[in-house]
Antibody, heavy 121, light 106 residues
């Protein structure tokens, strides 16, 4: 079955760090660009970061640049998001999402169920 | 950054009626626009890409149109399973940006 499964979300204090993981299965992970998209409680979608299939190219929203780092492990078929200096406004459900392998464009044809990150003291 | 503006925020319709959702980009994005459907407690699902190409699994009652800065998602005859929040997303420029969403409710 083609799927993405996020993990790692939890309650963390402001200024703390967290690493999210996204396990991919059912498709050739190394050929697909990936992204993280978040959704604050009751709010809309916000793109956070993206990474090419090779891992050579990474992209970030201004709101997280310098604090978050996206990476991938092809052997483990896993996408990561290292989040440092967390703020209350980072509280959200974080989704990983796959770019279609037939397209060079950054829209997303497969999403995980998400993992909740809560930043609070 | 390209700002995506969706209207209306909420659309109240009855089953069987036609629904028209709007998405406007602050700058031209050609046809580099996707639409997603999100039901409560679920992840978004890709509905439309390239402004008008329907994704696998969605019926023909869903259609997308537009280019440049003005885009429309039309649901020709609403079914009960179509009540959800719909988001547009531009992928013409970095950073990728989403609209604020339109909630389609009864």
């Amino acid at each position: 079955e083609v799927q993405l499964l996020e993990s790692g979300g939890r309650l963390v204090q402001p200024g703390g760090s967290l690493r999210l993981s996204c396990a991919a299965s059912g498709f050739t992970f190394s050929t697909n660009a990936m992204s993280w998209v978040r959704q604050a409680p009751g709010k809309g979608l916000e793109w956070v970061s993206g990474i090419s299939g090779s891992g050579d190219n990474t992209f970030y929203a201004e709101s997280v640049k310098g604090r978050f780092t996206i990476s991938r492990d092809t052997f483990k078929n896993t996408l990561y998001l290292q989040m440092n200096s967390l703020r209350a406004e980072d509280t959200a459900v974080f989704y990983c999402a796959k770019r279609p392998n037939w397209s060079d464009y950054w829209y997303f044809d497969l999403w995980g169920r998400g993992t909740l990150v809560t930043v609070s003291s | 950054e390209i700002v995506m503006t969706q209207s209306p925020a909420t659309l109240s319709v009855s089953p069987g009626e036609r629904a028209t959702l709007s998405c406007r980009a602050s700058h031209s994005i050609s046809s580099n626009l996707a639409w997603y459907q999100q039901k409560p407690g679920q992840a978004p699902s890709l509905l439309i890409y390239g402004a008008s190409t329907r994704a696998t699994g969605f019926p023909a009652r869903f259609s997308g149109s537009g280019s440049g800065t003005e885009f429309t998602l039309t649901i020709s005859s609403l079914q009960s399973e179509d009540f959800a929040v719909y988001y547009c997303q531009q992928y013409n420029n970095w950073p990728l940006t989403f609209g604020g969403g339109t909630k389609v409710e009864i």
